[in-house]
């Protein structure tokens, strides 16, 4: 869709409906880098309109020369909300330099703005910043890194702290599309004028909604020293600053700011409506492991009785369909009902993507044992012809027993199960070279 300002047609696309909350991406970028971190999130929290929209200069919005300083910035994202939200009270999102014009916005439309987001911040842009870190790199996969296309290298390399797969995959979709179709000579002539000419922190008044402020510990781009100041202008603000994250936090710690905006979320509904959410979290058992071994090959370890045989169980019974048998049997000498997995069945089956399907306890947690619980499996390619095995298990009820359930197979999945798996891979993968 197109929003007309001026001259100008803002490009924007609008997902669900319900509560507004506006979207600003970051510089170099568009879009699709918000919808990338958000939507995700979003599928398990409906009741929300997200209106994703491209800055002058960026992603589909031409950038014209009068749109020369972050304050004439700030006045077309304002003419965009007034066209496209009119009065209504809308949340706001934004990264980097989306946050910087998020922190603009608020300002002029306070009594509106019914929460806050903000991530990896740009916060003052002319300011000095002494614990800025330089850039480093936490974890780096080299096999990753050599099949990474010349044209996304420098992004992963000068940027991401954490440069393995799973950052790797959500580049082209994510960053590249912005990245490689910014107005460079627009935006270079913008960054001349990059600071606001006001003070965006001086509010009517103290902004009690809910507000989260994400940093990364080793952000190179913008720092995490600034971002930690604004804390004191919300008094219902969390602050989170993430080791193991640098600019690219909701890639590189995807799982905690996934959990951080969830709960950003819920305040803003219970600020609404008044009813207090659930603190409680669902108790789930989450491991992963990457082997050197292509998906197709790990698909077949889980999916088929003689590939389960060589790393889980001695015998299994396996009808590869949703509502189909599902049972592995680890002890042939057991009475019938306590050798394994007597009775469960596959609830999804995604070739070569996913794999869920009941679960149950040991035999000799008697009281819980007739209960299921679910495990999904899901199977990621990597370059290489390498895959990642991502496992999580839920479902969990409350008790003694449930307690030592859950720490069983808290245990057993990654030091034994997913231990064996990798070693049965490498051993076929050593068999082929």
């Known amino acids: 869709m197109k929003c007309q300002v001026k001259d100008i047609a803002l490009f924007y696309e609008v997902r669900g409906s319900g509560r507004p909350i506006l979207m600003i991406h970051g510089y170099y970028l568009d879009h699709q880098v918000m919808m990338g971190a958000m939507e995700p999130i979003f599928a398990s929290h409906p009741g929300w309109q997200r209106i994703y929209f491209d800055m002058p200069g960026m992603g589909q919005t031409p950038g014209p020369e009068w749109v020369n300083s972050s304050d004439v910035?700030?006045?077309v994202v304002d003419a965009f909300v007034e066209q496209v939200l009119g009065d209504r009270s809308f949340a706001i999102a934004g990264l980097s330099y989306g946050a910087y014009i998020a922190r603009g916005l608020l300002q002029r439309r306070f009594s509106q703005v019914d929460g806050l987001l903000l991530f990896a911040p740009v916060v003052a842009p002319t300011e000095p910043d002494d614990y800025r870190p330089s850039h480093g790199v936490l974890v780096r996969d080299e096999s990753v890194?050599?099949?990474?296309?010349?044209?996304?290298?420098?992004?992963?390399?000068g940027t991401m702290v954490v440069q393995d797969g799973r950052v790797f995959n959500r580049l082209p979709t994510e960053f590249a599309p912005g990245f490689f179709g910014a107005d460079r000579p627009f935006l270079e002539t913008l960054r001349q004028r990059y600071a606001f000419t006001f003070d965006p922190d001086k509010l009517p008044d103290s902004f009690a909604k809910p507000v989260l402020i994400i940093a990364g510990r080793q952000d190179s781009?913008?720092?995490?020293?600034?971002?930690?100041q604004l804390i004191t202008q919300y008094p219902r603000g969390t602050l989170a600053v993430l080791d193991r994250a640098g600019h690219g936090l909701n890639l590189e710690q995807a799982g905690l700011f996934n959990q951080l905006v969830a709960d950003w979320i819920k305040r803003m509904v219970e600020a609404e409506n008044g009813?207090?959410?659930?603190?409680?979290?669902?108790r789930i058992i989450r491991t992963s492991i990457d082997v050197d071994t292509d998906v197709h090959t790990v698909w077949d370890a889980w999916t088929t009785e003689k590939g389960i045989s060589k790393f889980f169980a001695p015998a299994s019974h396996i009808d590869l369909r949703v509502g189909g048998v599902y049972e592995l049997y680890f002890d042939l000498e057991a009475p019938k009902g306590q050798q394994g997995s007597e009775g469960m069945k596959l609830l999804a089956v995604e070739h070569e993507k996913l794999l869920t399907f009941t679960w149950n306890a040991p035999p000799h947690l008697t009281q819980i044992r007739a209960q299921q619980t679910v495990v999904a499996v899901r199977f990621f390619p990597l370059p290489g012809a390498r895959s990642r095995v991502v496992l999580t298990h839920s479902g969990w009820g409350e008790g003694d027993e449930w307690d030592?359930?859950?720490?069983?197979?808290g245990h057993v999945w990654p030091t034994v199960v997913l231990k064996r798996l990798q070693d049965y891979l490498a051993g076929i993968s050593n068999l082929g070279q």
């Open 221 to 228: 781009g913008v720092g995490y020293w600034w971002p930690t």
């Open 275 to 282: 009813t207090p959410y659930d603190t409680m979290e669902e």
């Open 145 to 157: 890194i050599s099949a990474v296309p010349l044209p996304f290298r420098p992004q992963l390399e």
């Open 73 to 75: 910035m700030l006045d």
């Open 404 to 409: 030592e359930a859950f720490a069983y197979f």
